[in-house]
């Protein structure tokens, strides 16, 4: 089953606002990525991160990959209303190269 | 369009039948997965292949399931003799060797009657 805490599990926020969820997991990994879903449709790669501590910028989206190796957050700034989706932490970089996916975080933006 | 295809988009059967989906990675990727989304989950790794190795199959691979990628290229994903727990998005995603950026194609959503 899937080991990845991600919350909130959803936020309805104004246009504007900056947004942030993060992720915790009881095992280490070696590779932190977010995705965007859009319904019915596959998940899109918004950033990924490879060292402890690392700090990644897309636009008005950051992401740090945590310390420990066990969590990673995700803000976005300036919301705007197409960043509406579904948002997913994914952890890898074990052998199999494998991705473990969170439940995702429910964005809404009102106009 | 260079990304991830799948095909068909949607699938409908009836209990019982057989399907069979189709993916088609980004064309220099080595690296081919396959994972399965449930309402209100995240996607669940399936099985994954380096270039037409299969490499790993997890547990909720039953043995209803079978994958194969004979050139290296496109992967099919089988079921056989749907239930309607078989019910979900499947998704495929392509990386290339190193790094695990996967890249996803837009899924194929079964509906078992």
């Known amino acids: 089953g899937q080991q990845l805490n991600q919350s909130p599990q959803s936020m309805f926020i104004q246009e504007g606002e900056d947004v942030s969820m993060n992720c915790t997991s009881s095992?280490?990994?070696?590779?932190w990525l977010w995705y965007k879903q859009d319904p019915g449709e596959g998940p899109v790669l918004l950033i990924a991160?490879?060292?402890?501590?690392e700090l990644t910028s897309n636009g008005r989206l950051t992401a740090q990959f945590g310390i420990t190796r066990k969590d990673s957050f995700l803000n976005i700034s300036a919301s705007i209303p197409s960043d509406v989706g579904i948002y997913f932490c994914?952890?890898?970089?074990?052998?199999?190269?494998?991705?473990?996916f969170g439940k995702g975080t429910l964005l809404t933006v009102n106009p | 369009d260079t990304g991830v295809s799948q095909d068909p988009r949607h699938k409908i059967t009836k209990r019982g039948q057989n399907v069979t989906f189709r993916c088609d990675p980004i064309?220099?990727?080595?690296?081919l997965y396959w994972y399965r989304q449930t309402l209100g989950q995240g996607p669940e790794f399936l099985t994954y292949?380096?270039?037409?190795?299969?490499?790993?199959k997890s547990r909720l691979l039953s043995d209803r399931f079978s994958a194969e990628r004979p050139k290296g290229s496109f992967s099919t994903l089988e079921i056989q003799r749907t239930e309607q727990g078989d019910s979900a998005m499947y998704l495929c995603?392509?990386?290339?060797?190193?790094?695990?950026?996967?890249?996803f194609g837009p899924g194929t959503r079964l509906t078992v009657l």
């Open positions: 994914a952890g890898g970089g074990g052998s199999n190269y494998k991705l473990t």
């Open positions: 095992s280490i990994f070696n590779t």
């Open positions: 292949f380096q270039n037409e190795a299969q490499l790993e």
């Open positions: 991160l490879y060292k402890a501590g």
């Open positions: 995603a392509s990386s290339l060797d190193r790094g695990n950026e996967q890249f």
């Open positions: 064309s220099e990727h080595n690296r």
